[in-house]
């Protein structure tokens, strides 16, 4: 009799095992369909405003102070995502500098191509100590006009004991229309 409880326990583990890796799922979502045609949405383009290339300044935080002025670390990510439907945009440059305004890194070591919806993404990690002023310098360009990319960067900690995490946008500073 025991030896039957334990074989209807584990089964009773297994189902529930595989049923929660399961749960959540629909169909098709484990690989990409492929194909996006702009025809598929209902909204008109309506000409919204386009340009053909930015720099942007995008601040970081890879120190705070926290806790009597102590300073607490994080790590920063970077994403520029194409918000283009049809057009590729290039990202020609990602420069980081420190809190008092040396480069520490070019992040690219050639310019990067976006197709229409892709990102690319920078990573800083915690042990970087380039201060509360840190940031980014992103320059992108495009042979036509295009929507607007989204810059942005997010800084976070996840500590043992703590949670930390916030994000910024990036400032036009010069634009080519």
């Given at each position: 009799?025991k030896?039957?409880?334990?074989?209807?326990?584990?089964?009773?583990v297994?189902?529930?095992?595989v049923?929660?890796?399961?749960?959540?799922?629909?169909?098709?979502?484990?690989s990409?369909?492929?194909s996006?045609?702009?025809?598929m949405?209902?909204?008109?383009?309506?000409?919204?405003s386009?340009?053909?290339?930015?720099?942007?300044y995008?601040?970081?935080?890879?120190?705070?102070?926290?806790l009597d002025?102590?300073?607490?670390s994080?790590s920063?990510?970077?994403?520029?995502?194409?918000?283009?439907?049809d057009?590729?945009?290039t990202?020609?440059?990602?420069f980081?500098?420190?809190n008092?305004g040396?480069?520490?890194?070019?992040?690219?070591?050639?310019p990067q191509?976006?197709a229409?919806?892709a990102?690319?993404h920078?990573?800083?990690?915690?042990?970087?100590?380039?201060?509360?002023?840190?940031?980014?310098i992103?320059?992108?360009?495009a042979?036509?006009a295009?929507?607007?990319?989204?810059?942005?960067?997010v800084?976070?900690?996840?500590?043992t004991?703590?949670?930390?995490s916030?994000?910024?946008?990036?400032k036009?500073i010069?634009?080519?229309?």
């Amino acid at each position: 009799m025991k030896r039957l409880l334990k074989i209807f326990f584990l089964l009773a583990v297994i189902v529930h095992l595989v049923s929660c890796s399961e749960a959540g799922k629909t169909p098709g979502n484990d690989s990409p369909i492929g194909s996006f045609n702009t025809e598929m949405l209902t909204v008109p383009d309506t000409g919204a405003s386009k340009i053909r290339g930015q720099v942007l300044y995008l601040p970081v935080y890879s120190n705070i102070p926290c806790l009597d002025q102590k300073m607490f670390s994080l790590s920063a990510f970077i994403a520029i995502h194409n918000t283009d439907l049809d057009k590729t945009i290039t990202v020609t440059r990602v420069f980081y500098f420190n809190n008092d305004g040396v480069l520490v890194r070019d992040f690219l070591k050639s310019p990067q191509t976006l197709a229409p919806l892709a990102a690319a993404h920078f990573f800083v990690p915690e042990s970087d100590q380039s201060g509360t002023g840190a940031n980014f310098i992103v320059e992108w360009t495009a042979n036509a006009a295009v929507t607007e990319p989204l810059v942005e960067s997010v800084m976070a900690s996840c500590r043992t004991n703590y949670g930390i995490s916030f994000s910024s946008r990036g400032k036009v500073i010069r634009e080519m229309r």
